[in-house]
């Protein structure tokens, strides 16, 4: 029997793996794991930052869309295949979460994840980080900063790793990447540019999401790397079911809704956080 949420969550991802043909639902899992659907909600949720329902969801999907690009088979067969009754309930989902319909998505024949299988931390750090934890990253960290990225993408639509790590090596090189370690994992990334003053990458691992570690990185830029500047960052519409809290996380730090815009050709819109906004909280946070 598993003795913690971190155990019961791990057991319900390589479950969902192990599945993911199937119409998978808490209930289903529950029983398979025997255990309290209600607990396994709760633990899941706890330990990810999401539900198992949306967590469930994205794999599918993830796994149908690469099914759509890499394959020739029908788009019913790949409907079911990843757990789905009918093709009309696939498309309306598929839709909703990749702003295209299945076909138009196979035409255009390029293939980005809303989900990858979350690796857990099986003993995660209990120590509290601060801004002196968070230093420049090196060409040494690219492996373990891309595995983070590959834990996070659900937070970064029409991601292509390869020309992210292009870009990620001028970062590195201008030293306008952060990045905070615990032994071999990445905890949290960012990379932003000093002249625009933006925030073009932030990520913390799902572990970690409800540690502030956010609050850190933000507060590390506003404190110490370009104090008195405005910054600005871009996330996802509002009312985007591909969203799974990016917004909300963005609003609890002092960002500001501003221009909606379209990048990659995906709906987006800047955020912006006001020069002298949450400065002495961030601070005050932490340094407490």
Not at 114 to 132: D, E, R, W
Request: aromatic share 10%.
């Amino acid at each position: 029997m598993p003795n913690s949420n971190l155990d019961l969550t791990a057991q319900a991802v390589a479950y969902i793996e192990a599945n993911l043909g199937d119409r998978l639902n808490l209930e289903q899992i529950a029983d398979a794991l025997h255990y309290s659907k209600f607990h396994l909600h709760r633990s899941f949720n706890q330990t990810l930052g999401q539900t198992l329902h949306s967590y469930v969801k994205r794999r599918q999907l993830t796994e149908a869309a690469r099914l759509l690009v890499g394959s020739e088979l029908p788009i019913l067969e790949i409907a079911l295949s990843t757990g789905y009754t009918s093709q009309q309930a696939f498309s309306d989902v598929f839709k909703a979460m990749y702003k295209s319909s299945p076909a138009k998505f196979r035409a255009k024949g390029i293939f980005y994840p809303l989900q990858l299988p979350v690796k857990l931390q099986t003993t995660p750090p209990t120590n509290a980080f601060g801004f002196a934890d968070l230093r420049a990253a090196q060409e040494a960290d690219i492996p373990a900063w891309l595995a983070l990225v590959r834990q996070t993408v659900d937070g970064f639509p029409c991601l292509d790793e390869a020309e992210y790590l292009a870009r990620l090596r001028r970062y590195i090189a201008s030293r306008q990447a952060l990045i905070l370690r615990a032994g071999q994992t990445a905890l949290g990334i960012m990379t932003y540019s000093a002249a625009a003053g933006s925030i073009d990458f932030l990520a913390i691992h799902p572990q970690h999401r409800r540690q502030g570690l956010n609050r850190l990185f933000v507060g590390k830029l506003r404190r110490e790397l370009l104090p008195g500047h405005a910054l600005s960052l871009t996330t996802y519409r509002a009312g985007d079911k591909a969203d799974t809290g990016w917004r909300e996380e963005y609003r609890r730090l002092g960002f500001q809704e501003a221009e909606l815009l379209v990048e990659f050709g995906y709906p987006t819109q800047r955020f912006r956080l006001p020069a002298a906004a949450k400065e002495a909280t961030l601070y005050a946070a932490n340094h407490a």
